[in-house]
């Protein structure tokens, strides 16, 4: 089976009927175009690219965040307790290049050992009173 496409006749819009028609017609009651507008230069389209693009770059990220939230905030504090360590090795190097610091601290160091033992660990009484003493810090701590 065979279809034959038919060709349409289209009138020329430059004839003169065309032209006389729209001249006659009333035209208050046509519908009115919008101005065309100007095209859009190089630069007008690469700004509201970027813009498009933070847009959008900013609603991924929110939910990238969210979606990922309890992971950043054990990254984050990694990362302060591996500077707080840092910070806290180079004090104690600088304590240390002060001359008689370190003989110092390491004799108070002893002291406090020598007094922690004697006065927590010499005795059965001073033991249970210490053990008494760590439960009640960790009820405060962990609830």
Do not use: C, H
Request: charged share 20%.
């Amino acid at each position: 089976m065979e279809t034959e496409v038919q060709q349409k006749q289209y009138n020329d819009a430059t004839s003169a009927e065309a032209v006389a028609a729209i001249e006659g017609s009333d035209n208050q009651n046509l519908p009115k175009l919008p101005p065309a507008q100007e095209p859009e230069t190089q630069f007008q389209l690469i700004t509201r690219e970027l813009v498009n693009f933070w847009q959008d770059f900013s609603q991924n990220f929110t939910k990238f965040f969210q979606a990922y939230k309890q992971i950043f905030i054990i990254l984050a504090w990694l990362l302060a307790a591996i500077v707080t360590a840092k910070v806290i090795l180079a004090v104690l190097d600088a304590i240390n290049d002060v001359p008689l610091a370190q003989p110092v601290l390491e004799l108070i160091g002893i002291v406090y050992t020598t007094w922690f033992v004697f006065r927590y660990l010499v005795k059965e009484s001073t033991r249970q009173e210490l053990t008494a003493e760590i439960e009640s810090l960790k009820k405060q701590f962990l609830g």
